[in-house]
């Protein structure tokens, strides 16, 4: 995930509706560089976006499910 994302950015574009912006959330959460990580706050937004139909937010957390046990 690049750095220079802007997780405030992100957060606008998840009040619009945009599942995009709540997987890329979900991603820095996980990788906790950009921000500290959050497992709890990425599997919310993840399964918010999985629940308006996003195919990336299940292959997310699919792959980020072992690291945040």
């Not at 950009?34 to 997310?60: I, Y």
Request: charge should be negative; charged fraction near 20%.
């Amino acid at each position: 995930m690049n750095s220079e994302i802007d997780p405030v950015e992100l957060w606008k574009e998840v009040g619009n509706g945009g599942t995009s912006a709540e997987v890329a959330l979900a991603s820095l959460y996980f990788d906790g560089v950009v921000m500290p990580q959050n497992c709890l706050q990425a599997q919310v937004l993840l399964l918010a976006a999985l629940k308006k139909g996003n195919n990336d937010a299940e292959r997310l957390l699919v792959t980020h499910e072992k690291r945040c046990q």
